[in-house]
């Protein structure tokens, strides 16, 4: 039986050690701050076999995201200035707002639903949505999608 892809967006924290670990030494590798495999593996800390199990599997978001649109989720009170500092964060990351979309609010707390163009001068994405998370009155950030 032929197993199909199927992709997530997780956080870092919640990743088993090995995974970061399998990142590490491919950046390792890309950046030759090692002369082999075996050099990485050994300064990371896992063996060869569990790098060449995972080592197609995972990536760091930001590397695949460039050019990409990105629809994001935000829950968050309705504050004067809120939408105004989160559109902000995209802004200063370089991103492309597409569009923007809030819900009227209930309760006191409102969905905001962005799309976003990561252009190749966008920072990086993972710490674009912490940020947009700091925010005193944002809930939650996440990925919806990405084309």
Not at 61 to 89: I, N, W, Y
Not at 93 to 122: K, R, Y
Not at 130 to 141: D, F
């Amino acid at each position: 039986m032929e197993e199909t892809a199927a992709y997530f967006v997780v956080k870092k924290r919640a990743l088993p050690e090995v995974l970061l670990k399998v990142v590490e030494v491919n950046r390792l590798l890309e950046t030759q701050k090692v002369s082999s495999v075996q050099d990485a593996v050994e300064r990371v800390g896992i063996s060869r076999s569990s790098y060449y199990k995972y080592k197609e599997d995972i990536f760091p978001f930001h590397d695949s995201a460039q050019g990409t649109t990105l629809t994001l989720s935000c829950r968050m009170d309705d504050e004067p200035g809120l939408l105004s500092d989160v559109l902000k964060v995209v802004a200063d990351f370089g991103a492309n707002i597409l569009t923007i979309h809030q819900t009227i609010p209930i309760n006191g707390i409102a969905s905001l639903s962005l799309s976003i163009q990561i252009l190749d001068t966008t920072g990086d994405v993972s710490e674009m949505i912490t940020e947009m998370e700091k925010r005193s009155g944002v809930h939650n950030v996440k990925v919806l999608g990405r084309e």
